[in-house]
Antibody, heavy 117, light 107 residues
Framework: QVQLQESGPGLVKPSETLSLTCTVS????????WSWIRQPPGKGLEWIAN???????NYNPSFKSRVTISVDTSKNQFSLKVRSVTAADTAVYYC???????????WGQGILVTVSS | DIQMTQSPSSLSASVGDRVTIACRAS??????LNWYQQKPGKAPKLLIY???SLQSGVPSRFSGSGSGTDFTLTISSLQPEDFATYYC?????????FGPGTKVDIK
């Protein structure tokens, strides 16, 4: 059974960089798309970016190049960086398996990241 | 971007009721439409993919239909564990987008 686990700081200061890692267990990161999705408190779901195991990426234009997604196949991990964060970036961040023309069939439990000084 | 809308935004229903949730895409997405269920404090769970395919392990009371721009999620007989928020999501084009959600609560 594939399992995903997000890790990273739960508190980030405004203007700094949010960095999260997703560790995939129970299966290989190869041959799939992997995504980051976030959900502000009490709101809906927003897709941020995806990466294929080979390293090709897609980003949500609404993040205006503040975001970088990367993969480390040797560690079965993929990561997200969001630069210049503001309070609007406060959200539960989920990692998930899936991307274009596929479905998000496995999800991490989510990690709440609060942007505050 | 493809905009996804859902109706209703919320509904109240009783155990045993048949429940239908609609999802509309702002342009044709063929059948690249997925449905998720989310309970408070939990990650979303995939119910239906490719508009009408039931994800493994999901009860058969859940079904999906539609193609192009109009889609439907149906729960044939609502169970206590089905009270949750439901989201549709298009995987046809980047950026991938979700509907705003439909909250199903107890009447």
């Amino acid at each position: 059974q594939v399992q995903l686990q997000e890790s990273g700081p739960g508190l980030v200061k405004p203007s700094e960089t949010l960095s999260l890692t997703c560790t995939v267990s129970g299966g290989s990161i190869s041959s799939y798309y992997w995504s980051w999705i976030r959900q502000p408190p009490g709101k809906g779901l927003e897709w941020i970016a995806n990466i294929y195991y080979s390293g090709s990426t897609n980003y949500n234009p609404s993040f205006k190049s503040r975001v970088t997604i990367s993969v480390d196949t040797s560690k079965n991990q993929f990561s997200l960086k969001v630069r210049s964060v503001t309070a609007a970036d406060t959200a539960v961040y989920y990692c998930a398996r899936g991307g274009p023309v596929t479905r998000f069939d496995y999800w991490g439990q989510g990690i709440l990241v609060t942007v505050s000084s | 971007d493809i905009q996804m809308t859902q109706s209703p935004s919320s509904l109240s229903a009783s155990v045993g009721d048949r429940v239908t949730i609609a999802c509309r895409a702002s342009q044709s997405i063929n059948t690249y439409l997925n449905w998720y269920q989310q309970k408070p404090g939990k990650a979303p769970k995939l119910l239906i993919y490719a508009a009408s395919s039931l994800q493994s392990g999901v009860p058969s009371r859940f079904s999906g239909s539609g193609s192009g721009t109009d889609f439907t999620l149906t729960i044939s007989s609502l169970q206590p564990e089905d009270f949750a928020t439901y989201y549709c999501q298009q995987s046809y084009s980047i950026p991938l987008t979700f509907g705003p959600g439909t909250k199903v609560d107890i009447k």
